[in-house]
């Protein structure tokens, strides 16, 4: 496992041992609020990481799979902003070069919305028919898994959809990161808050961000 994964991990378990008034700042990592999104920062040596979590609502305002030209469209401009890492952060003051984005969109992007294209063959309408007259004769059986799934798919609905973007960086220790100052507000109106927390070597913290107060200080 990457060493700076594993840092980041443990800067999840951080908040709870961090002083009063930072956690005051985070005061929950984990609660899924339209508007609200968290960004973890792990540094170890030449290595820095930034993770971004949002609700897919902030983002393109919709929590479900993407299946019309409209919604798919709007994730494949999501994908290619979130490509732009030097549009949503800014590392004054130092020398870092950006290695890798990964980004996670599975919660909304419907990889098998073309397996429903219309088909000319008669063979393959003849199969559609058939498939037809089996889907309507367990159409009473589906009916009630659908009825004993309700209160599940319910439960999973209340997780909402959310959107992961990784960012990874090789920094020169000759001139360490001070800041970083977020562009993410900007690019994403739909974000009216952030929840940050980040951990360095020998430091720690977490900051509350908003549109008026976008920067994080590593002191």
């Not at 956690?23 to 990592?29: I, Y």
């Not at 930034?50 to 994730?75: C, R, W, Y």
């Not at 959809?161 to 993410?184: D, G, M």
């Amino acid at each position: 496992m990457n060493t700076l994964i594993i840092v980041s991990i443990a800067a999840a378990f951080a908040v709870s041992t961090l002083p009063t008034q930072a956690q005051n700042q985070a005061p929950s990592l984990n609660a899924h609020v339209h508007g609200v999104s968290e960004l973890t920062i792990a540094a170890e040596g030449e290595s820095l990481e930034i993770q971004l979590i949002s609700p897919a609502m902030n983002l393109v305002g919709f929590e479900h799979k993407a299946t019309s030209l409209k919604d798919i469209a709007a994730v494949e401009k999501l994908t290619k902003t979130l490509q732009q890492h030097n549009a949503l952060f800014v590392l004054p003051n130092a020398d870092c070069q950006h290695i890798k984005t990964s980004l996670d969109l599975s919660s909304i992007m419907d990889t098998h919305h073309t397996s429903h294209d219309h088909q000319s063959d008669p063979h393959q309408s003849e199969m559609h028919d058939e498939q037809h007259k089996h889907d309507h004769e367990e159409h009473n059986h589906q009916n009630h898994n659908q009825n004993q799934n309700h209160d599940q798919e319910h439960d999973q609905n209340k997780n909402h959809q959310e959107v992961i973007a990784n960012y990874q960086y090789r920094c020169k220790t000759s001139a360490p990161l001070s800041s970083i100052t977020l562009a993410l507000f900007n690019v994403f109106p739909g974000i009216h808050k952030i929840q940050a927390m980040w951990i360095k070597q020998t430091q720690q913290g977490a900051a509350t961000l908003i549109p008026d107060n976008r920067t994080i200080v590593f002191r």
